[in-house]
């Protein structure tokens, strides 16, 4: 049974940082596409960072690229997010995505930005 857990949230003053984590089960995270999206209240889900399956290339959202880090521990299987120079305009629901030919979801972790 796949499932995805996503821990590491919480209240950050602007210019702090956060690591989300993503641990994984019922399958392989470096086999597979994984990814971190977001969603802001009354706003649509985004894509934030991205890890390709084996070599493991990155991409990024424009908006936290040279911010945010994704990267996976394969011992671990699991997948993380380091945030740093957190703006409000972070302030969301980010979740972890398994990719491929089924897509799964975490249940979310809430990220609050705010002074």
């Known amino acids: 049974q796949v499932r995805l857990v996503e821990s590491g949230g919480g209240l950050v003053q602007p210019g702090e940082s956060l690591r989300l984590s993503c641990a994984a089960s019922?399958?392989?995270?470096?086999?597979?596409?994984m990814s971190w999206y977001r969603q802001a209240p009354g706003k649509e889900r985004e894509f934030v960072a991205g890890?390709?399956?084996?070599?493991?290339?990155?991409n990024y959202a424009d908006s936290v690229k040279g911010r945010f880090t994704i990267s996976r521990n394969n011992a671990k299987n699991t997948v993380y997010l380091q945030m740093n120079s957190l703006k409000p305009e972070d302030t969301s629901v980010y979740y972890c995505?398994?990719?491929?030919?089924?897509?799964?979801w975490g249940q979310g972790t809430q990220v609050t930005v705010s002074s």
């Open positions: 995505r398994r990719g491929g030919v089924a897509v799964y």
């Open positions: 890890i390709s399956a084996g070599p493991g290339r990155t």
């Open positions: 019922g399958f392989t995270s470096s086999s597979s596409p």
